[in-house]
């Protein structure tokens, strides 16, 4: 099974908001809202920033919001401060009989 | 706090096994399952498979059935990934994870390099 499809880096100067898209299929991201959003940095372990599509845990800053249409989810980042600049991982749960959860690329954010 | 810690770095030869395991602590183990997620260098994050810390129950990757085995240990809440044949595309980062029913991994282990050289 393919990974979801990401772009492979995205940028933005400090102040601004970015989107980060992840397209998948109907028996991904379309079918179910079991979309999560992760960020890692280098040498780090990910740390979930969005869950079930659009939920944040306890923690993580409101600058960080998820959403979904169709088989395309967004991880949309306002208000860009140094410290979001990071890779950033969507995965999905998936009805594929060769897997149980799918993850994306992953998005090289870089912060100007 | 809800904490995961996994067993140090490992360098196997190509064709040996690597067990790592992923203690947990903070919360009730048998109420999540556990994945495990790999990371080659420079490269995303793969699932491999998860076990449920319940009953035991897994579901493996299609790409590493009959080379990975999960468990578990609930007397002392640590979750083991055993990788047998090991070939030098195997070399990564490996991560376990606590996953809930709705699929998001929350919190991540620390991560163990496991390398294959001969």
């Known amino acids: 099974q393919s990974a979801l499809t990401q772009p492979a880096s995205v940028s933005g100067s400090p102040g601004q908001s970015i989107t980060i898209s992840c397209t998948g299929t109907?028996?991904?991201?379309?079918?179910?809202?079991?979309v999560s959003w992760y960020q890692q940095h280098p040498g780090k372990a990910p740390k979930l920033m969005i869950y079930?599509?659009?939920n944040r845990p306890s923690g993580v800053s409101n600058r960080f919001s998820g959403s979904k249409s169709g088989n395309t989810a967004s991880l949309t980042i306002s208000g860009l401060q140094a410290e979001d600049e990071a890779d950033y991982y969507c995965?999905?749960?998936?009805?594929?009989?060769?897997?149980?959860?799918?993850f994306g690329g992953g998005t090289k954010l870089t912060v100007l | 706090q809800v904490q995961l810690v996994q067993s140090g770095a490992e360098v196997k030869k190509p064709g040996a096994s690597v067990k790592v395991s992923c203690k947990a602590s903070?919360?009730?183990?048998?109420?999540?399952?556990i994945s495990w997620v790999r990371q080659a260098p420079g490269q995303g994050l793969e699932w491999m498979g998860w076990?449920?810390?319940?009953?035991?129950?897994?579901n493996y990757a299609q790409k590493l059935q009959g080379r990975v085995t999960m468990t578990t240990d609930t007397s002392t809440s640590t979750a083991y990934m055993e990788l047998r044949s090991l070939r030098s595309d195997d070399t990564a980062v490996y991560y376990c994870?606590?996953?809930?029913?709705?699929?998001?991994?929350?919190?991540w282990g620390q991560g163990t390099l496991v390398t294959v050289s001969s």
């Open positions: 109907s028996s991904d991201v379309g079918g179910y809202n079991y």
């Open positions: 994870a606590r996953e809930s029913s709705t699929a998001e991994f929350d919190p």
């Open positions: 903070g919360y009730t183990f048998t109420s999540y399952g």
């Open positions: 079930e599509v659009s």
């Open positions: 076990i449920s810390a319940y009953n035991g129950n897994t």
């Open positions: 995965s999905s749960y998936t009805s594929s009989s060769t897997l149980h959860v799918v």
